[in-house]
């Protein structure tokens, strides 16, 4: 019964934010340089649990939904399949000395501020690394990918912590 709720939570936030990326965000696109993924929240959400092979197809359904709506073909993917390989290994080195308790979340809830900071922004730089540098596919304009690949990577995870301190107040108000 878990693992159906677990399905329909991640399902849930699965549609809107696909949707929210491919409708809203994908057209905000300051000067070239500011490309917010929002979308890579849902692999980020995942529970703790995730195998390292699930959260790589995880992480193959997502991309390829987004390079199916945004026309780049593997781009997304190959991004989205790098971070369900390495978040295993974050979560890893960023553990609490006794481990993560079972059913804990990968939030600022269960995380607190600074670990949920430091697991975002490593993994939104590998995500955003790999993807501008793929899409580059050269490496002529180091500077300008590498310039393109951190002011994004900044504006994602300012976006993804709005995003989490938001729905952890809604959370702290409904209780």
């Known amino acids: 019964m878990k693992v159906i709720k677990v399905l329909i939570i991640n399902a849930l936030r699965f549609v809107p934010l696909i949707l929210l990326q491919v409708l809203v965000l994908n057209n905000i696109n300051f ?19 995730t195998s390292r092979s699930l959260m790589m ?56 501020l600074p670990r949920y900071a430091a697991y975002t922004g490593v993994l939104v730089l590998f995500h955003h690394f790999y993807l501008f540098y793929a899409e580059a596919f050269t490496f002529s304009g180091f500077f300008d990918t590498l310039l393109k690949a951190v002011l994004s990577s900044i504006f994602t995870f300012m976006l993804i912590m709005s995003f989490q301190l938001f729905i952890s107040k809604r959370k702290a108000n409904r209780i």
């Open 57 to 112: 197809v995880f992480g193959l359904i997502t991309g390829l939904m987004i390079d199916i709506f945004t026309r780049t073909p593997g781009l997304h993917m190959g991004a989205c399949v790098l971070l369900g390989f390495l978040r295993p290994s974050v979560l890893q080195s960023l553990a609490p000395r006794d481990g993560y308790e079972f059913g804990m979340k990968a939030n600022i809830n269960d995380f607190g």
């Open 31 to 49: 000067t070239g340089y500011l490309n917010p993924m929002l979308y890579i929240l849902i692999l980020l959400s995942l529970p703790l649990e």
